[in-house]
């Protein structure tokens, strides 16, 4: 199972590149995982404008065959052991790529919200598109280290 982590607009802040960075690294010795950034698109008249428009992005470069999961704030809760779980069950029946959307300040357009089969929140509490980064990557490196039973994760 090769893991994708998609973005819409760069990270601007250094401390979150070393984190993400940091946990990249962590997780090569358990999967294949990479992070794509789309670019910012020109804000349009409205947020579903600007919503249609980062989608238009990431349905265009989506394939048939991939798992396409959201980050959203209205997603499944899980705790860290719930989530290894939900990662474990992931790399014994997905397809070849499972990609984690983030998306941007206005969230995610309807047309991607029917493509994907699942959304995750991470808390009820708002972040920034660009902290959910580090946020994200950190709970599936938590989750292969849960997965293998090694010291990480105390419970």
């Not at 790399?91 to 995610?108: D, E």
């Not at 950190?138 to 419970?155: G, L, M, S, V």
């Amino acid at each position: 199972m090769k893991i994708s982590v998609w973005c819409i607009g760069k990270t601007d802040e250094k401390y979150l590149e070393e984190g993400i960075s940091k946990y990249l690294k962590r997780l090569s010795h358990y999967c294949r995982i990479e992070i794509e950034i789309f670019k910012d698109v020109k804000p349009g008249q409205n947020a579903e404008e600007t919503q249609k428009r980062e989608a238009d992005l990431v349905l265009a470069k989506l394939k048939t065959d991939d798992f396409l999961i959201l980050m959203d704030e209205k997603g499944e809760h899980y705790t860290s052991t719930q989530f290894a779980t939900y990662i474990e069950k992931l790399q014994m029946s997905s397809g070849k790529q499972v990609i984690f959307l983030i998306g941007g300040a206005f969230g995610h357009h309807i047309s991607v919200r029917n493509r994907a089969q699942h959304s995750i929140s991470l808390s009820k509490m708002t972040f920034s598109h660009q902290m959910v980064r580090l946020f994200l990557i950190e709970q599936i490196y938590r989750a292969f280290t849960i997965i293998r039973n090694e010291k990480y994760h105390n419970e």
